[in-house]
Structures are given as structure tokens and as C-alpha cells.
T-cell receptor
């Protein structure tokens, strides 16, 4: 079965600084990978997804993520963080076959200092 | 227009009571889900319905009973509430697996219902 690890529970950055949130997955084949964002008091919203093709994926709100098969990683990046980016970020992985419901990581809470 | 809506947003109740949470989506999706998010933000799938039929039931106590009167609605009824049921419950919807040539389709989440059992 697939699994996903987000090693950082909290990340604190200053507004305007760059950001990288880590995500590692465990799956034998090429997985389906997602990043979702949960703003305070809100549901989750899809930022970007990777299924195949170009390993650098662009998403909404200026985010991007890079699939690195050799490292089993799908890290989320943003070159300049805004205060409104403060939220919980979830990486999710899906396998081929089975229920086709992705497995979510435990989330990384992003704190943005002014 | 709200894509996925849930009512109520907050629910405070006593142990042993029965309560329901309603979910509606206006996206025309065939697949709907219920997730439970605990105090540490861990998101766990509870149920998945496709075209009003249950396709996933992830070891959830049978005190939890989802009901889908039509494709646009998936309600969650909880009997004999326990302290451990306190959590945020999210409804979500998506196109079914295989739609548009993709096994996985974007899930659209509702705003959540915070259930507190006293």
C-alpha cells in the first residue's frame, strides 16, 4: 500500500522568503501526487497534482512542486511567501488500482512572520 | 456559488445523542466522500459513495451511517455519540475514477463541520 510522510509538522518563514515543504512517498510504481492547502476554518483546496510528464508542476497561487523519483519526493515550493499563505498543507499520494482514494500525509502547518 | 456545502458548521452535543450532518454539492459529481480530521489535523477517509452507492467503508463504527438520497447529497448520521467522535468532519466530491481519462480526480472539499461531544 502507498504511504506519504511530511517530516515537518511546523514551518516558520518570514514574509517574502522562499518556502519548501517536504513530502516523501512510498509506492512501488509511479504514484499520483497531490498538494492541498487548508486555510484556517476552511476545507482543503487542490494546489497542484502530478500524474506523469514534466516533473516540475505549476499550481495555483504561485506554488510549484517537483517530482523526484530517485528521492521518492514531491516537495512544494514558492519563491516568495505572502502572509495569506499561512495555512495547513497536505501532500497526498494515490496508487493505481484499489479504491482510487488518495492517502493524505499528516500535514505541515505554515506560519508566516511579517 | 458554494460548490460543496455542509450544515451545520458547528455542532455541540452531549454523549449518547444522535446527530446528523448534511452535505450537498452542486458540481454534478458522481462521487462523494466523508473524511474525519482529528485534533492533530490527520485526515482519514470514512466513506465513499459513487452514484448513491457505497464503495468504501473504512473500518468506521456502525454508529456512523451515511445516506445518499441522490447524487448531490451525502448525509452523515451518527448514533450514540462518544467523546472520541469529537473532530472536524469534511464532505468532499469528485468526478469518479476513470473520468476524463484519469484515475484520480480533484476532490472538492466542504468547509467542514466541527463536532464537539461533551
Amino acid at each position: 500500500a502507498q504511504s506519504v510522510t511530511q517530516p515537518d509538522i511546523h514551518i516558520t518563514v518570514s514574509e517574502g522568503a522562499s518556502l519548501e515543504l517536504r513530502c516523501n512517498y512510498s509506492y512501488g510504481a509511479t504514484p499520483y501526487l497531490f498538494w492541498y492547502v487548508q486555510s484556517p476554518g476552511q476545507g482543503l483546496q487542490l494546489l497542484l497534482k502530478y500524474f506523469s510528464g514534466d516533473t516540475l508542476v505549476q499550481g495555483i497561487k504561485g506554488f510549484e512542486a517537483e517530482f523526484k523519483r530517485s528521492q521518492s519526493s514531491f516537495n512544494l515550493r514558492k519563491p516568495s511567501v505572502h502572509w495569506s499563505d499561512a495555512a495547513e498543507y497536505f501532500c497526498a499520494v494515490g496508487a493505481t488500482g484499489g479504491s482510487y482514494i488518495p492517502t493524505f500525509g499528516r500535514g505541515t502547518s505554515l506560519i508566516v512572520h511579517p | 456559488d458554494t460548490a460543496v456545502s455542509q450544515t451545520p458548521k458547528y455542532l455541540v452535543t452531549q454523549m449518547g445523542n444522535d446527530k446528523s450532518i448534511k452535505c450537498e454539492q452542486n458540481l454534478g459529481h458522481d462521487t462523494m466522500y466523508w473524511y474525519k480530521q482529528d485534533s492533530k489535523k490527520f485526515l482519514k477517509i470514512m466513506f465513499s459513495y459513487n452514484n448513491k452507492e457505497l464503495i468504501i467503508n473504512e473500518t468506521v463504527p456502525n454508529r456512523f451511517s451515511p445516506k445518499s438520497p441522490d447524487k448531490a447529497h451525502l448525509n452523515l448520521h451518527i448514533n450514540s455519540l462518544e467523546l472520541g467522535d469529537s473532530a472536524v468532519y469534511f464532505c468532499a466530491s469528485s468526478r469518479p475514477a476513470g473520468a476524463s481519462g484519469s484515475f484520480y480526480n480533484e476532490q472538492f472539499f466542504g468547509p467542514g463541520t466541527r463536532l464537539t461531544v461533551l
